[in-house]
């Protein structure tokens, strides 16, 4: 089984400002990890993977996350805010190397961009 | 390429009625996702298809809900007998196993369902 913790219901950051959103998972295979986005009244988007290539990991809108066996951890950074980030944030995890199972999802990170 | 689509958007239902949804996923993408979300919470996975055959079913898929995927294309989510806690929004999502990016799921807007 497995499941994602994130820590952090709200973040609020200025624009221009480094965001960090964290996200922690479990699980008993290897997992394949995601960072998805949600705009309010949209579905969600999906702003990276990682599949157990390269463990630091690009995605659009200059977000990236690295994944740390280690520290069972796969947070989403990106190095200036812009107004547009503001939304709700889901990191979510599926066991890896059996094929596209169902995501198991984190409960979400609201981010408030400051002007 | 439109993206995966869902209909109807919103669906306001009195408890006890029985409601149906529809997705039509991505025309080349071979399986099919349901999710559930209630406010201020993350999708919780539902079912999923793999083209015609239902593959796995979450343990929140109680009796009253069904799901088919009649000859491997769109899909329909039916609920029976609604109650107040089935008040969610009901998300669809599609993905090409096989392919490059087999482990992308690509996600409809959703339907909105209200059980008054």
């Known amino acids: 089984a497995q499941s994602v913790t994130q820590l952090g219901s709200h973040v609020s950051v200025s624009e221009g400002a480094l965001v960090l959103l964290r996200c922690n998972y479990s699980?008993?295979?290897?997992?394949?990890l995601f960072w998805y986005v949600q705009y309010p009244n949209q579905g969600l988007q999906l702003l990276l993977k990682?599949?157990?290539?390269?463990?630091l990991v690009k995605g659009i809108n200059g977000f990236e996350a690295e994944f740390k066996k280690s520290e069972t951890s796969f947070h989403l950074t990106k190095p200036s805010a812009h107004m547009s980030d503001a939304a709700e944030y889901f990191c979510?995890?599926?066991?890896?190397?059996?094929?596209?199972?169902?995501?198991?999802f984190g409960k979400g990170t609201h981010l408030i961009i400051q002007p | 390429d439109t993206g995966v689509s869902q209909n109807p958007r919103h669906k306001i239902t009195k408890r006890g009625q029985n409601v149906t949804f529809r997705c039509d996923p991505i025309?080349?993408?071979?399986?099919l996702y349901w999710y559930r979300q209630t406010l201020g919470q993350g999708p919780e996975f539902l079912t999923y298809?793999?083209?015609?055959?239902?593959?796995?079913k979450s343990r929140l898929l109680s009796d009253r809900f069904s799901a088919e995927r009649p000859k491997g294309s769109f899909s329909t989510l039916e609920i029976q007998r609604t109650e107040q806690g089935d008040s969610a929004m009901y998300l669809c999502?599609?993905?090409?196993?096989?392919?490059?990016?087999?482990?992308?799921?690509?996600f409809g807007p959703g339907t909105r369902l209200t059980v008054t």
């Open positions: 999502a599609s993905s090409l196993v096989g392919g490059s990016n087999s482990y992308e799921q690509y």
């Open positions: 699980s008993s295979v290897p997992p394949y």
């Open positions: 979510a995890v599926t066991p890896g190397g059996g094929g596209a199972d169902g995501l198991t």
């Open positions: 025309s080349e993408h071979n399986r």
């Open positions: 990682y599949t157990s290539a390269a463990t």
């Open positions: 298809f793999q083209n015609e055959a239902q593959l796995e």
